[in-house]
Structures are given as C-alpha cells and as structure tokens.
C-alpha cells in the first residue's frame, strides 16, 4: 500500500473561503489514494461546504476544529501571538508536532510566513527560508527564489536560495542539474547593485550548483534558467509584473476574438488548441510557493487561489514529501556549513 501523505488546508484562508479551499480539498483526494487532507477552521462552516459532495471519500478528509480567523489586514506578529486558535496556528502547529506533513493556506501571507518560522522552525544552518513558486516558461518552468519573504536579503541567503531551489527543482520538478542564475540588469558581471555584485562570485565559487551567470527580466520566460536567484523585493514585482501581464494578454485575445463574425468564427476554430497551449502558461496549474528551508513543509497560494491552485498545491506537498526535500536541504546546507572554516584556513 502507497504511504499516505497528510495535508492540512487552512480552510478559513484566501478571498474565496472557505468555498475553494474545500473544493481543492476535495479535487485531491478524489483524484490521489495516496492524499488524506485535514481541514483546519470553523467545523459547522466546513461540515456544511463538505455537504454540497456527496461523492467524495470521507474518511480521507477530516476536521479539525479552529475557532478564530487570522485577517489580512493584521501584524502578522500579533495575530500568530493572540491567535492561538486560528486556522493558520492550529494547522502550523499540526506540522510542528508531525501529526500532519504539509500545510496549505491562502490566508495572511505574513501570517505564514512568521508562523512557518517561528512555530515549524527553521532547519539547522538555514539563515532565511525563501518563498520559492513556480513560473511558467517556454520550456516548461523555473522556481523563482525568494519572490516575498526576505526583502533585505545578504550575499550568503542569495547563495542558500540557489542551493535550495537546485534541490526543489531536481527531485520534485525533475531536471538534473538545473540551471542557476541571478537576476541582473544585464548580462555582465559587473552589472547590478551592490547585492549582485557580490554575490555573483559567490554563487559563481560554488561547486555544487550549475550557475550560469546573470539574467534579465525578459528572457525569464523564455526559460533560460531553471532557478532564478533574487532577494523579495525584485522577485515579487517580478511575480506580480508576470501575472499581470498574463491576464492583460488574456483579455486582449479574448477582445480581438469576439471583434466581428468572422474573428468569432477564427476563435471556434482555434479554441481547443488555444485553451491547451493557454493551460501551460497558467500559474495555478503550479500549485503554490513553498517557504523552503524549513523543519517542515508550509505552501502558499494566492489570496485569490481557486480550487485548481489549492488541489495542485496539495499534490505539490505530495511529491515534496516524498522526495524528503526538507531533509536534502538541510543536509546540503549543513554539509555547506561545515566547509566555510576550511575554506577560510585555506585563505
């Protein structure tokens, strides 16, 4: 028998709960044996999204009682503080205590992210856990790391991202040997700011990755880089700049489409092949972004996830656990860690 794999979805979280993330729920383990997902919330709230599906296997997926809701617009700080028993606390604390694998949530983005710190932990040598998700290419995907997690971002975490997300696109994504690169305003070395200037040398010392140099914003979806390095900021204007454009595309073919007759029936024609060429550049089929370098695994998804993103996040939680991510990275990191005294007594 398959080995079971325990998802918690924050139910209360996200624009659309508790509507998609108990319909993402329920997607996953209609489609997954191997997928047991516990809802963390309100239990008459979830009890009565559930009723609406009949046809699901109710005993892989289970309640677990959460009085309170952290809101977005809270310190994250003090609401993971007072919040005691708030979906996001009571499911990051299930995580802590491995009665559970993986947590999703929609919710407070820096709700998850100072309780994936302060309540799972980080894993040993691990100096800032980066939030990694997955973009959409012209051959296939990259992992951009960090894109909302470390804004003052140093050298040595710019490095750990690079060797983090060789990992996560190694075993979970499947590529050998991925290519690394950082982003810059052009494609020389001594480009960039003060940052990228002195981590380039770094990450281009380091043996254990495949870095191979700078990259500009415009060839990020062309896909000439299989992990691409950044601190937060430049990652999440990259992040919201990519989607934006997307849905601007979307609506522009949309509009010529339905312009006159005969582009109306150009689109009948066209559409099949167009909505299948479409779906590989549509994030949610991606799942959401890991917070990496944890003792345990904790994803987020958009605040505006729909069920689609939610189900893919939890198969995402699948394949990372298992593929024992947290455990190659820790292993990577330390093994990294313990290298910095000889290289200095070299020096």
Do not use: W
Request: one cysteine or more; proline letters at 5%; aromatic letters at 4%.
């Amino acid at each position: 028998m398959a080995e079971i794999v325990r998802v918690v979805v924050d139910a209360m979280g996200g624009d659309n709960a508790p509507v998609e993330p108990v319909k993402g729920a329920v997607e996953a383990v209609k489609e997954k044996k191997e997928i047991h997902v516990i809802l963390t919330g309100q239990k008459e709230v979830i009890e009565k999204e559930l009723a609406k599906y009949p046809d699901y296997p109710t005993d892989r997926i289970e309640i677990v009682h959460a009085s309170e809701v952290i809101e977005t617009a809270e310190p994250p700080v003090n609401a993971i503080r007072k919040k005691k028993d708030s979906s996001i606390v009571v499911g990051l604390n299930m995580v802590k205590k491995k009665e559970a694998d993986a947590f999703v949530s929609s919710g407070s983005t820096g709700a998850v992210l100072v309780g994936g710190q302060v309540i799972v932990g980080r894993s040993k040598g691990v100096e800032r856990p980066p939030l990694a998700p997955l973009l959409p290419t012209l051959e296939g995907v990259s992992l951009l790391i960090d894109c909302g997690a470390n804004v003052d971002a140093r050298p040595s975490h710019l490095v750990q991202f690079a060797k983090m997300g060789s990992i996560y696109m190694e075993h979970v994504v499947g590529i050998k040997n991925p290519k690394v690169a950082i982003v810059n305003n052009g494609a020389e070395e001594e480009k960039g700011n003060a940052l990228v200037k002195e981590t380039f040398p770094l990450l281009k010392a380091c043996k254990d990755i495949n870095f191979i140099g700078s990259i500009e914003a415009r060839e990020i979806p062309m896909g000439y880089a299989d992990v691409i390095v950044c601190e937060a900021f430049v990652g999440n204007v990259i992040l919201k700049l990519y989607e934006g454009v997307g849905a601007a595309m979307m609506k522009k073919i949309k509009g010529g489409m339905m312009k006159n007759l005969r582009s109306k029936i150009g689109a009948l024609l066209v559409k099949p092949a167009l909505k299948e060429t479409l779906k590989d550049f549509d994030a949610s089929e991606h799942g959401g972004a890991p917070l990496l370098g944890l003792k345990g695994l904790v994803v987020k998804t958009h605040g505006s996830a729909k069920a689609v993103e939610i189900r893919h996040a939890i198969f995402q939680c699948e394949q990372f656990t298992k593929q024992e991510i947290n455990v190659k990275i820790a292993e990577r990191i330390l093994e990294s860690k313990n290298q910095e005294p000889a290289k200095e007594q070299e020096d």
